[in-house]
């Protein structure tokens, strides 16, 4: 709802105690500089309010983001951990099937 006048825009702030909507307050920026004291106290209260409920979604966003990079993390740590096992295994396995190959001293491997 679009306000006519600076006057339909300040009843709105003093003479009506439903909450503001964000159209309610897109609605009353063109009138700001011309407002009651009262009025503006009302809309920055208002603001406040709903800067407050914003920043809340945030921080529960963020909460929840946060268990999923943790879950992620550790599932990467265990997938690490699993490589290196496998690795090893095959390394040992390897030099039990033949000893005479060696990994240390890197002469039987190829050149690229």
Do not use: C
């Not at 208002?46 to 879950?71: C, D, H, M, P, Y």
């Amino acid at each position: 709802m679009a306000f006519a006048d600076s006057k339909e825009a300040d009843v709105r702030l003093t003479g009506n105690p439903a909450p503001l909507t964000e159209q309610d307050v897109r609605d009353l920026m063109p009138w700001i500089r011309q407002i009651s004291e009262g009025g503006m106290r009302r809309l920055s209260a208002e603001l406040a309010l709903q800067n407050l409920g914003a920043v809340q979604k945030f921080e529960r966003s963020s909460s929840r983001l946060t268990v999923w990079l943790i879950a992620l993390t550790a599932a990467l740590v265990l997938l690490t951990i699993v490589i290196a096992w496998y690795t090893v295994q095959l390394t040992r396995h390897t030099l039990r099937t033949d000893p005479s190959r060696s990994f240390s001293t890197g002469t039987d491997l190829p050149y690229w």
